[in-house]
């Protein structure tokens, strides 16, 4: 059996960062200002201070303003659609994103459709899912996006191909199958009431797996050679001798990786891409909305 080729992730979203750099640098020669990207944060949710903290310095090192606000857990509802008004209005504001997920007095949907929809560089506002569903030039979520640009710099065209997306989120399952449905891929979502997953997975020549549990998909799901994408982040309990558990995706890399033809490994593989991902949607919010 012939290992996988490993899919780097972290490589392209370097050269992707260096291509909105360029970009970000050309939109300031011809604006007069750099392009701006506000953050917003609401609590102390260790993983999203992680995020923001690491979205903040790349903006910067791409060339652009960071706006960060960070607001107290008990900040009321009325105080973040007050500040997202004021981005909105702000012309030194590109793109907006509010961190997810916010405290549970807060309602999500209600914040998402406050954000302007030529700022949401997150694409998770319902007018820009429904460009996405139309096909019309809008803002596509960060973490699936990264996921095709990576699917088509290894494979070329995805037309005709199996896609199984396992996951039906609005964040990236659900958005995912979308865009490979717009790549002309036959197209299944499969999600926790699936029946016989394993026999679904096996039809599959591109598997993305974003379902949040650790190692689930089996090599012996996996068809030879398919390509498999692996959008899982999960922590292990730490083994004897470990402070922390190790980090691992929703597919057991050390089988999967025996019958793939390509896999993405975690981390370094999806990881990295959506922060870049989140820069070019920005650098293209300023160009569109200055232009
Ligand atoms: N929380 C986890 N991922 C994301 C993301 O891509 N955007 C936002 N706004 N919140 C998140």
Redesign the pocket.
């Known amino acids: 059996m012939t290992e996988a080729s490993i899919i780097d992730g972290k490589g392209f979203a370097a050269g992707l960062r260096e291509r909105v750099s360029r970009v970000a640098a050309d939109f300031e020669a011809k604006a007069g200002r750099k392009a701006g990207l506000a953050v917003v944060l609401v609590g102390e949710d260790p993983a999203?201070q992680v995020?923001v903290r690491n979205k903040n310095k790349q903006t910067v090192a791409c060339g652009m303003n960071s706006f960060e606000h960070k607001l107290p857990v008990e900040t009321p509802e009325a105080d973040l659609l007050a500040l997202v008004e004021k981005l909105n209005a702000d012309p030194a504001v590109d793109g907006i994103?509010?961190?997810?997920?916010l405290p549970s007095h807060m309602n999500e949907q209600k914040v998402i459709a406050t954000i302007n929809p030529d700022k949401d560089v997150?694409g998770?506002h319902v007018v820009n899912v429904g460009r996405l569903a139309t096909g019309l030039p809008g803002f596509v979520?960060?973490?699936p996006l990264g996921c095709v640009m990576l699917l088509k710099d290894k494979l070329g065209s995805l037309s005709g191909l199996d896609a199984v997306v396992i996951g039906r989120s609005n964040?990236v399952g659900k958005p995912m199958a979308q865009l490979l449905l717009a790549e002309s891929c036959t197209v299944t979502i499969a999600h926790s009431r699936t029946r016989d997953l394993p026999a679904v997975v096996r039809r599959a020549d591109i598997v993305v797996a974003a379902v949040g549990r650790a190692e689930m998909v089996k090599g012996d799901w996996i068809k030879p050679g398919a390509t498999v994408i692996d959008v899982g982040i999960n922590r292990l309990p730490p083994a004897e001798g470990e402070t922390k558990g190790k980090l691992v995706g929703d597919v057991d890399f050390a089988s999967a990786s025996q019958v793939a033809g390509a896999i993405t490994p975690v981390p370094g593989g999806v990881g990295p891409m959506?922060i870049a991902v989140?820069l070019r949607n920005t650098v293209v919010a300023a160009h569109r909305n200055a232009g």
């Open positions: 999203s995020y994103l509010v961190q997810l997920p997150d998770f979520p960060c973490t964040i959506t989140l």
